[in-house]
């Protein structure tokens, strides 16, 4: 079961980095399953050793029968004989509690170094993948990749190969043994394993549709269930919730519906197969089987009942291998996910290293698309000189934010290229990128960490008073010093921030970082105003002698800027100065004067030019 590179690399999205970046081998360094091969070998072995000890005692059985049943008719007893049987018998117990034991703990040991390794691959692939995989999916697939896919592999190393193992050695020697005592006996015993074996595929008919519609079901009986739960408090206050409610029950009535189907389908062949399966049914048959053997003067009547004990061990483990069926198709679908997900591409080293010269920005004939197919951007061209502002406006759709998340190499560019100080990102070493240039984007994310941790992950050596520094600046000290714990106040657990609060504490960690080029969104989208007027101010010092791109909402705010670039449909339109952008007559001035009017009375003074 070594993954195979052809494995589906979309099942966790191939997206944005598409082609563009170096693959990752399909499986960290060698197979998945490399650093427990040992161990794997160990389990096969100590669970194979297992199975043979755990059928002996049953063929003593026959040995001792045959050594003490004659007696009854006054034959004398061979003592040493039953000795060694009933040594080897004891023996082979207790191999077989030592081989179940230790397999059990070998696996147990495997499964946990398997678990840490392949965290450790997932860990390490995603600190080589770009930024911008991580602006979709990429929570929700990091969950499901280390939760349910590494899960799914524990399942198979934890217990299924023991069973796997267990369910076709025990049948397979029960079998031979048994065809060595009573070969009549053997083939009575093959019964039930033959009913099983030809109604096992009637009830499994469609079973991998079938399983794919329920897990669907399941998938979206779970996201009704999420979506009903987080969207009460919206619904709440619209008066919806009847609606709402509706759609979870129905969600939850086609789940129910589905699974009644299913198991009233497969209901009466299941119960066959567990009657015809069942040790009394098993050991009755045989006995019944035996005895008419006996009648007919075929068999032995000393070998009948241990014969029939040893066919038990036929059907028994068979069910195991049901169980272990849905554990190997898991565990076969994690490696593919797994699989996929390290071979989507990471970002290419620089082959030239290079550190930037100065903090200017250049957008060099820029194209670029998400899907290999549209283009978001298109012969994108500008220089951002050192210290200077520019402004990206645009209607929604338009392009800003992707423009300026190439600059921190969220996504690297389809043609052209991005240069800070007349370095092309690509070339410059990930680590100096991030001492280059600092961003602040809306979806604000902090760390359950301290909120002096949250502010210092830019810059892990700031001291105290610098990190106070930064948090001053970006008008949120005050606020932090009202949490009892000031400082050491853990984000979620005793500092709950608002959404202005949390973006002011980004604000403080770009302004630790002290990068000379800042990627921004000035946006506000959840600020209250109090907190709006404060991102404001902190946004202003944070510009301060640096290179800033930003992305305007509120055209009043870059009035000052160096240059504004008109965006529309991932192309520039128009760029110059907000004067000259007013005086040219053309979109932008368009776009000011609608924003006048509809801001009329909050604008402040001498912005109205
Ligand atoms: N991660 C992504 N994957 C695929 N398409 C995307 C992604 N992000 C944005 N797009 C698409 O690219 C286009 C440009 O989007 P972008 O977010 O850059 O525009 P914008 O001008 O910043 O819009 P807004 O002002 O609404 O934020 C849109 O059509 C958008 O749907």
Redesign the pocket.
């Known amino acids: 079961m070594s993954p195979g590179a052809d494995a589906p690399a979309a099942e966790v999205g191939s997206?944005?980095a598409r082609g563009k970046g170096r693959t990752a081998p399909a499986d960290g360094e060698g197979g998945f399953f490399d650093p427990v091969r040992g161990s794997l070998a160990g389990i096969i072995l100590l669970s194979l050793i297992g199975a043979v000890a755990s059928i002996v005692p049953f063929i003593a059985i026959v040995e001792l029968a045959r050594a003490v049943l004659p007696a009854l008719s006054g034959a004398p007893i061979d003592a040493g004989r039953v000795w060694i049987v009933v040594a080897v018998a004891v023996g082979a117990l207790l191999v077989s509690f030592v081989a179940a034991f230790a397999s059990g703990m070998v696996s147990h040991l495997a499964d946990a170094e398997l678990q840490l390794s392949l965290r450790r691959s997932i860990i390490r692939h995603l600190e080589r993948l770009p930024l911008?995989w991580f602006?979709?999916r990429a929570s929700g697939t990091v969950r499901k990749l280390v939760e349910n896919d590494v899960v799914a592999l524990h399942q198979l190393v934890a217990h299924a190969i023991q069973d796997v193992i267990t369910a076709v050695a025990v049948p397979l020697i029960s079998l031979v043994s048994l065809f060595a005592v009573q070969w009549q006996l053997a083939l009575a015993a093959l019964v039930p394993l033959v009913v099983t074996v030809l109604l096992y595929p009637l009830m499994m008919r469609g079973g991998e549709e079938k399983y794919a519609q329920y897990e669907q079901a399941s998938e979206r009986l779970a996201n009704a269930t999420v979506e009903f739960v987080q969207g009460i408090a919206v619904v709440k206050r619209f008066g919806q919730v009847g609606r709402s409610h509706r759609r979870y029950r129905e969600q939850q009535d086609g789940y129910v519906e589905f699974v009644g189907t299913w198991t009233r389908d497969t209901a009466v062949i299941f119960t066959i197969i567990e009657i015809v399966t069942s040790p009394v049914v098993v050991l009755l048959w045989l006995l019944a089987a035996g005895l008419w053997l006996v009648g007919a003067g075929a068999a032995d009547p000393i070998d009948v009942l241990p014969g029939a004990l040893l066919g038990l061990g036929l059907t028994g483990p068979l069910m195991k291998l049901g169980n272990s069926a849905q554990f190997l198709r898991n565990a076969v679908k994690a490696q593919q996910s797994l699989t996929g997900f390290l071979a989507l591409p990471t970002v290419p080293r620089p082959t030239t290293p290079t550190t930037p010269a100065s903090g200017s920005v250049e957008l060099v004939d820029v194209g670029f698309s998400?899907?290999g197919e549209h283009r978001?951007l298109d012969e994108i061209g500008a220089t951002c000189p050192p210290g200077t502002v520019t402004a990206l406006v645009?209607?929604?759709?338009?392009?800003?934010?992707?423009?300026a998340k190439l600059v921190p190499r969220f996504y690297d560019v389809d043609t052209g290229h991005v240069a800070i100080g007349a370095a092309d990102v690509r070339e410059v070493p990930t680590a100096e990128l991030y001492r280059q240039v600092g961003f602040v984007f809306q979806d604000v994310q902090l760390l359950r960490a301290s909120l002096r941790d949250n502010i210092r992950l830019t810059r892990p050596d700031a001291s105290d008073e610098e990190v106070e520094r930064a948090a001053t600046a970006a008008q949120i000290h005050d606020r932090i010093l009202r949490f009892e714990r000031g400082y050491d106040s853990v984000v979620g657990d005793d500092a709950n921030l608002s959404g202005g609060e949390a973006q002011r504490v980004t604000i403080a960690r770009a302004l630790l970082a002290d990068a000379p080029v800042l990627v921004l969104d000035e946006a506000t989208a959840f600020a209250d105003p109090d907190s709006e007027s404060a991102i404001q101010a902190a946004l202003s010092t944070l510009a301060v002698k640096r290179t800033v791109l930003v992305?305007a909402?509120r055209l009043h705010a870059i009035v000052g800027a160096d240059q504004i670039l008109v965006?529309d449909e991932?192309r520039i339109v128009e760029r110059g100065t907000h004067a000259e952008l007013v005086a040219a007559g053309g979109r932008f001035a368009a776009m000011w004067a609608d924003y006048q009017s509809n801001h009329a009375r909050t604008l402040p003074e001498g912005a109205e030019s």
Do not use: E, F, N, Q
């Not at 645009?394 to 423009?403: N, V």
């Open positions: 997206g944005p911008g602006d979709r998400y899907d978001v645009g209607a929604s759709g338009s392009g800003k934010s992707t423009l992305i909402h965006l991932g």
